[in-house]
């Protein structure tokens, strides 16, 4: 028996994904029949058989397809399931008219027998709030991103030394995390109509309570605003005004630690009797030595068997989770700080614990609210199935691959307190496809959507510092037109660069923003193209074409369709079949024949194509 070799072209195979193209409903709920669908290009193999195979308690399970819809293209096939487990895996199995077979996951092609953990899923969990795919995220670091007139009346705490906006950044040994520079809420409010006219939507606040750091990492109360920030009120007008300019606001919490300084641990530290004392991991019967993150001692652990810490901090209406969701700060979600170690120390693990009892909070007081988990690198083993956390701050499926992709090799790829330093490698685009495929397998769909498709953030270096000439457009096009939140760290469209994550902590320079008018104006129009066009946030993704210079895909919808090319030099891309003569040119500059995209030199293009004609389910 020959097996058919089946087209090298990631368009010629057959593709199934999570989007309401494939999937009858996005938000099952446990016992409902869900409908499912394949689509064969007709090219791959004249199959007999296709069965999808679910896994219910561990047992398998299969469900015979039949063809429901047929295009001289492509075939599509279509299955019913029943969602037995809140987390319901399922793959496809083919079978050709020679008896060849393959298995289709979410990693993609198989002609062996695929694992588990790859299968598709659907989740029975509360859905994300219906906003979040919408979102173009902004990020900002309070101290360096604006100051206002009242900052200047504010003495600066012991801790710091003070910096004149635009002093050189200390980014390594002393000084590092308590140079201040003073930004404050008001600043940030005085400046959203900056944010207005890029186009974002979503404001992403690092930590606003007090501390004894430029970073609020080290939290010494989260009853308050910080009053170096203008306390209370200033956030109350900060949320405020950025919803009246249609930007939702999410803030950062830590609750892996708190900071040395922090009044729970200042009330526990030596005292045995304080009420407190099962906040924090000690180590000694007089609580003199504890855990504490990566042994920083001014950051001391949390530990979460504490039926009064889960009371103050996460648990119910009067929570610090609850109290700022609520008026009159009305914060629109949380981003929590090192998720994957909250609640885990050697052989206790209460992870999932804390998170789902995050969640059920806010669902209690404000159910249309977003919960994003911080896990730096492979965020698929098993914390983002959707029963908490709605997506991922992670770098492993889109910043690490395109920086190895788009970087010169052997630049700096990480930096920051507590990441991994790494340096690029000499990605084609083929390695970039594979390890983004990899690592968002594991995902299942409406998480794979809300996770942050970050170019850089405050804990890694600038993604211009290392860029080959002239691909920032390849960059920040791909991270608003794949799956996920896309992210601007601040500075980002003013062309800052920066070789560490602390470095990148630079106050934005206001005064000149005529000399980055070119690069705003890119950041501009390609948050513009993305919310422009409803498939970028919650179409399917389909991929036609990844080589060493370029990489193709499709977000396809019934509505629309829009087709990108990203390349990082000058290239040719055979897309016969998937790219009309007449399709509309919506981003970049290219010739195109026969379906041949040609381009000198880097390039992010996008096309609109009509949507995808189906029966309905």
Known sequence: MTRAPGPSSPAGLPHHDGSPLYVSTEEPVLGEPVRVRLRVPRGFAELRVVRVRSNPDREPRYSDARVVHSTDADVWWEAEVVVENPVHGYRWLMEDVDANTWWLT??????????????FRLVTFPPPPAWAREMVMYQVFPDRFARSAAADDREPPEWAEPAVWGDPVIHQGPGTGTQFYGGDLDGVREHLDHLVDLGVNLLYLTPVFPARSNHRYDALSFDHVDPLLGGDEALVRLVEAAHERGIRVIGDLTTNHSGDAHEWFRAAFGNPEAEESGFYLWLDEGQSEYVSWLGFSSLPKFNWNSSELRARFIEGERSVVARYLQPPFS?????????????????????????????????????????????????????????????????????????????????????????????TTDYSGLDFYAAHREFAAAFPWRTRLHTMNALDTHDTPRFLTSARPGVLPVAAGLALTLPGIPVIWAGDEFGLTAADGEEARTPIPWDRVDDSAET?????????????????????????????????????????????????????????????????????FASADAGVVRVSGPAFLAWRLPGVVLPSF
Request: net charge negative; aromatic share 6%; hydrophobic share 40%.
């Open 331 to 423: 914060f629109d979600g949380w981003r929590i700080d090192v998720a994957n170690m909250t609640g885990r120390f050697r052989d206790e693990d209460l992870n999932e614990a804390v998170r789902t009892t995050i969640r059920r909070t806010m669902i209690e007081v404000n159910a249309d609210t977003l919960l994003v988990g911080e896990s730096t690198n492979d965020a698929s083993g098993g914390d983002f199935t959707g029963d908490a956390w709605h997506g991922a701050m992670t770098y492993a499926n889109f910043t690490r691959p395109l920086w190895n992709w788009l970087s010169v090799p052997g630049s700096p790829a990480g930096g920051g307190l507590g990441m991994t330093l790494a340096r």
């Open 520 to 588: 705003i104006d890119l950041f501009r129009r390609l948050v513009a193209l993305r919310r422009a066009h409803p498939a970028l946030t919650a179409g399917g993704i389909r991929w036609l074409h990844a080589s060493e210079e370029a990489v193709a895909f499709v977000r396809e919808s019934r509505e629309e369709c829009v087709l990108v090319v990203a390349a990082r030099d000058a290239c040719e891309v055979d897309l016969a079949g998937e790219l009309p003569d007449d399709a509309e040119l919506i981003e970049g």
């Open 106 to 119: 979410s990693k993609g092609l198989s002609t062996i027998e695929t694992r588990d953990i790859d299968d």
